[in-house]
């Protein structure tokens, strides 16, 4: 069975979206538009983003207008959406909402990802979620060079040292890459 791997990108100060939910902070650093290999999970099988996310990447790149776009990114994997909302999808991307608890429909989330990693994209709350339930085994960040001052925190949760053993630090470009795996309770 996989990882399940909350990994991302935060500013210094520890957001991952700022005030309007956007990115384009990070896109400014150079690299961030287009991160280095070891930035990015190797072998994700299945994507899992909250409705936020979700809806910020249709909007950034036009995916439904431009539906080729969307596997730039995700390839040709499973993204589930966790949402309370009916959203579009982009043609030809296999694209699952989900709503309710996490626990409910991590089952389909982990046939879906047919024993390789399950990397949960964003936001901090759904990751959250799955730490809550003891399913998160990973975090890995990156940090970039910015300070947003408010926005979407990287976690929203507390979380004592005793649950999380740092995996390994690195520099990688402009980014701090920290990677810790996380003890379940």
């Known amino acids: 069975m996989g990882r399940i ?35 990015l999970p190797t072998d994700a099988g299945v994507l899992v983003e909250g409705s936020t996310t979700y809806e910020w990447v249709l909007a950034e790149s036009d995916i439904l207008a431009h539906p080729e776009r969307w596997r730039e990114f995700h390839g040709d994997r499973p993204t589930f959406v966790f949402t309370t909302r ?30 390789r990693d399950i990397w949960v994209v964003g936001g901090g709350d759904l990751a959250g979620q799955f730490l809550d339930i003891g399913a998160l085994d990973e975090i890995a960040v990156s940090i970039a060079p ?40």
């Open 86 to 115: 009916d959203l579009p999808a982009p043609a030809g991307a296999d694209i699952r909402f989900v709503s309710g608890a996490v626990a409910d429909a991590l089952p389909a989330i982990r046939s879906a990802a047919d024993g």
């Open 146 to 185: 910015v300070t947003l001052g408010a926005g979407a925190p990287l976690l929203p949760r507390r979380v004592e040292s005793d649950r999380l053993r740092l995996r390994s630090a690195q520099a990688v470009g402009p980014f701090a890459r920290l990677v810790y795996t996380v003890d379940a309770r």
């Open 5 to 39: 791997i909350f990994d991302t990108a935060t500013s210094l100060d520890g957001f991952i979206a700022d005030t309007d939910n956007s990115l384009a902070w990070l896109f400014a650093v150079d690299g961030g538009a287009e991160p280095d290999e070891q930035l």
